[in-house]
């Protein structure tokens, strides 16, 4: 048993990591080029429309990348978001304050955000604009890593005091609003797109990105020790598309699919246990676990959470091995309910788990989890139909008289057998296998 369990393992372990290769091993970004090809400048464009997770960062540094490579005049970030990890924003603010090309933010279209990690984003850029009817801020840290609930104010205090030192550096090396952007952390102020340009938060209003164009057009920004002036005039757009990479790696980032991956991927892996040589339950539950594994990397999540989980993993097996008359079941599921509430460790909305994500899945898990148990203890409580066991209370005819061994005859087989009694057993009686030791069978006289 435990031989073919490791191998069933090395498949299913072999098989995930194949297609893990497969799925990370494509492009980041592909490149769509909207005029002709011997335009004098180009424009780099790159659209961020999610939550702040290290994929996130990684495009980002991708679309610098590219806009060095084409030797473009600026790179254009479009954005909305509602926040994100306070890692991968500081990783998105890094690259654009160290790129060599000028990089311009524009929350937009109408209707979006930069709001949390977006905000900081935005005022890291060397010119920023917003669309009509956007906002910008409510940046106070809500995040404080794993293992923090949000409870212990010096904690907070410590965190927001970072950040606002950390903003304002930022802001005034751009020569933004270091006050509001202090206001932004400490109180959570939003404030919409004509208040911001006139707080000198950012520097244009545009209503699209052709409007955009035209407005940086002549625009002189400050590159290190250099001044850069762009030019928009006959441009070349080179927009730039999450390729198939970061849109598997942003969806497995999402609180809510990562908690799914995580569950089933577990659920497949017990299942492969229980039941040994399933292979596909187990295949599936290693790519699942395997995925969620990466996206835990990049999300806030609890290690009390996940003990919690897999505690009940645990109490559901015992269920199979002893008779607790629904104790383990009621433990297991108690148990996978607190950690799933548990499971992000963080105030941003953005960094939860949906609340009817969150019912489905366990309701699906619980009944599945139970389904499984209630197969097992069945299968235990089956009797064997091969092997010395099948033998068991089959009844046969005794072919002589015997007191201690003789002769019987058990499904159209001649068998020897010995007495479990100490009477004589009697010719043509009917006798019951009582036990089976060796190539011999311990009978009685049927009573």
Request: charged share 15%; aromatic share 4%.
């Amino acid at each position: 048993m435990k031989l073919m369990i490791l191998a069933n393992l090395r498949k299913i372990i072999g098989i995930a990591l194949c297609l893990l290769l497969l799925f990370f091993g494509g492009s980041l970004l592909a490149k769509e080029k909207s005029a002709a090809v011997n335009a004098p400048s180009k424009i780099v464009m790159l659209n961020v429309a999610e939550v702040i997770t290290p994929p996130t960062a990684e495009l980002v540094q991708e679309g610098i990348k590219v806009a060095i490579e084409e030797q473009a005049q600026a790179l254009v970030i479009v954005l909305d978001t509602p926040g994100g990890l306070d890692l991968a924003m500081r990783d998105v603010v890094k690259a654009i304050l160290n790129a060599p090309v000028p990089v311009v933010v524009f929350v937009g279209p109408s209707g979006a955000r930069a709001a949390s990690a977006g905000a900081i984003i935005a005022v890291s850029a060397h010119l920023v604009a917003m669309a009509p009817s956007t906002n910008i801020g409510s940046a106070h840290p809500v995040n404080m890593g794993i293992g923090a609930t949000g409870g212990d104010d010096i904690l907070i205090q410590k965190a927001r005091n970072d950040m606002v030192a950390y903003a304002q550096s930022i802001a005034k090396m751009r020569g933004k609003n270091e006050k509001w952007i202090k206001a932004a952390i400490v109180n959570s102020s939003s404030i919409t797109e004509t208040v911001a340009k006139e707080s000198g938060v950012i520097d244009f209003i545009a209503n699209d990105v052709n409007d955009l164009l035209k407005k940086i057009d002549g625009t002189v920004v400050s590159m290190g020790t250099s001044q850069v002036t762009i030019d928009t005039r006959n441009v070349e757009i080179v927009t730039l598309n999450a390729g198939i990479r970061h849109n598997l790696l942003s969806a497995i980032s999402n609180p809510n699919i990562a908690y799914i991956l995580f569950l089933i991927g577990l659920a497949g892996i017990y299942f492969e246990f229980a039941s040994p040589g399933a292979i596909f339950p187990g295949v599936i539950g290693a790519i699942a676990l395997l995925l969620a594994l990466f996206s835990m990397q990049t999300l806030p999540v609890s290690l009390a959470a996940i003990a919690l989980i897999l505690l009940s993993l645990v109490l559901f097996f015992m269920e199979t091995q002893v008779v607790s008359n629904g104790i383990l079941i009621m433990g297991g599921i108690v148990s996978l309910i607190i950690g799933s509430l548990m499971f992000f460790d963080s105030a941003e909305p953005a960094l939860q788990v949906s609340l009817i994500v969150l019912i489905t899945t366990l309701l699906s898990i619980i009944i599945f989890f139970i389904a499984v148990i209630r197969l097992a203890i069945k299968a235990q409580g089956r009797k064997k139909l091969n092997g010395s066991d099948a033998l068991l209370g089959n009844e046969g005819i005794a072919l002589e008289a015997f007191v201690k061994t003789g002769t019987v005859l058990i499904n159209g087989e001649y068998w020897q057998a010995s007495n479990a009694g100490d009477g004589e057993i009697p010719a043509k009686a009917v006798v019951t296998v009582v036990d089976v030791v060796g190539l011999r069978l311990v009978v009685k006289i049927k009573q």
